[in-house]
């Protein structure tokens, strides 16, 4: 008898193993792996300071962080993104405003730097008070007078997008799913996605590059000329492929009407009062105006100032005691000596560092959802 019960027992198992259920559990398809993307830098440029190893870019990440490098749904207005102040057609600053300006239209305090060449950076904004490219986005997104928002509201506002109604139909949670394998949306992914992006953001075809790179025709006698001159008294600081060394100094400009201490207002040392970083001069041309308060609207100017020809006037050499040694040579005149037509031939190779490839790149461009004023 017990043998038979067993034996029905394991006819029903068999069968109920074999018998399909009335409703299967739908089963989710595998997440896309997001596509990498190669970066490579230009052969004669440095190796990045950025650890790609840490962030390696994709096709899908990088797309993310251009969408949120233009949106303004990183405001608390929904309507100034990075893109407002750093705008493709000048090099990624703000062309014409020696202040830009943000929610509200409140002033800044600074001229909006280049978002270019992001890679090579040690150091961020002319008081490098970021020394990582992830903890960048923060600070404009916080600042009271850019966009005023918190960022844990901006995660919220991307978590509850496609908006009804909204004149570009963005939908982040699947974005951020392609991008990084599920649709969890996270401040530290969001940094890391507009990392990626300016990761792309590479400037090295102006007809400079492709002097380097062996076309002697690229440049003609009179910016050659300027190269020349340019190495022998411009390339202490602006130094190397990127133009800069990365350093901050005091370059001999007057205190402002507010007063900008640059690096000294993060360190809190009194040797750092007055200094502001160096920065690159790659697509010069295209971003006037100079300085880190924008005091100077063309290039002729900013030569004028370094020249000194007129000590005294607002615009000479301001005496402190944290000016760059390399304008106050002892036994010399302040500032660089340079003559009226040495200041023309620089201007001359300045302008063959602009990248017309660069501010034209569609890869770069504002996909649709971005303002700029």
């Given at each position: 008898m017990m043998k038979k019960i067993a034996g029905i027992l394991i006819v029903m198992a068999v069968v109920s193993c074999g018998r399909k259920p009335d409703n299967p559990e739908p089963v989710a398809p595998p997440a896309k792996t997001p596509t990498p993307l190669q970066w490579?830098?230009?052969?004669?440029?440095?190796?990045?300071?950025?650890?790609?190893?840490?962030?390696?870019?994709?096709?899908?990440?990088?797309?993310?962080?251009?969408?949120?490098f233009y949106d303004g749904i990183l405001s608390r207005t929904d309507n100034i993104g990075c893109g407002t102040c750093h705008q493709q057609q000048a090099a990624f600053t703000h062309h014409g405003h020696d202040l830009s300006h943000g929610v509200d239209d409140l002033i800044g305090t600074r001229n909006a730097p280049s978002v270019q060449n992001m890679a090579w950076s040690t150091s961020f904004f002319w008081d490098?008070?970021?020394?990582?490219?992830?903890?960048?986005?923060?600070?404009?997104?916080?600042?009271?007078?850019?966009?005023?928002?918190?960022?844990?509201?901006?995660?919220?506002?991307?978590?509850?997008?496609?908006?009804?109604?909204?004149?570009?139909?963005v939908d982040y949670p699947k974005m951020f799913k392609a991008a990084f394998g599920s649709d969890s949306i996270t401040a530290d992914r969001m940094m890391l996605a507009l990392s990626q992006f300016m990761m792309t953001?590479?400037?090295?075809?102006?007809?400079?590059?492709?002097?380097?790179?062996?076309?002697?025709?690229?440049?003609?006698?009179?910016?050659?000329?300027?190269?020349?001159?340019?190495?022998?008294?411009?390339?202490?600081?602006?130094?190397?492929?990127?133009?800069?060394?990365?350093?901050?100094?005091?370059?001999?400009?007057?205190?402002?009407r507010i007063n900008d201490q640059g690096r000294y207002d993060i360190t809190l040392n009194e040797n750092d009062r007055l200094k502001f970083k160096v920065p690159s001069l790659r697509n010069i041309g295209l971003t006037a105006p100079y300085m880190h308060d924008g005091r100077f609207t063309n290039l002729e100017q900013v030569l004028d100032h370094y020249a000194n020809d007129r000590p005294g006037n607002k615009d000479s050499i301001h005496v402190s005691p944290t000016l760059d040694p390399l304008l106050n040579v002892a036994g010399q005149k302040r500032g660089i000596s340079l003559t009226s037509a040495e200041?023309?031939?620089?201007?001359?190779?300045?302008?063959?560092?602009?990248?017309?490839?660069?501010?034209?790149?569609?890869?770069?461009?504002?996909?649709?959802v971005g303002t700029s004023f």
């Open positions: 490579t830098k230009p052969s004669y440029f440095p190796d990045p300071v950025y650890d790609l190893s840490k962030n390696p870019l994709t096709v899908e990440g990088v797309e993310l962080g251009k969408f949120l490098g008070g970021v020394h990582d490219m992830d903890l960048v986005p923060p600070v404009p997104i916080q600042n009271k007078v850019e966009m005023d928002e918190r960022v844990s509201n901006v995660i919220e506002k991307l978590r509850k997008t496609p908006v009804a109604g909204a004149a570009k139909q953001m590479v400037s090295a075809t102006s007809r400079y590059d492709y002097y380097v790179r062996g076309d002697a025709s690229a440049l003609t006698s009179l910016e050659q000329n300027g190269l020349t001159i340019f190495k022998q008294k411009c390339a202490s600081c602006h130094a190397g492929e990127l133009f800069t060394d990365q350093k901050f100094r005091n370059n001999g400009l007057r205190p402002n200041k023309q031939s620089i201007v001359a190779f300045l302008k063959t560092l602009n990248d017309d490839d660069f501010i034209k790149d569609k890869r770069f461009s504002d996909p649709g």
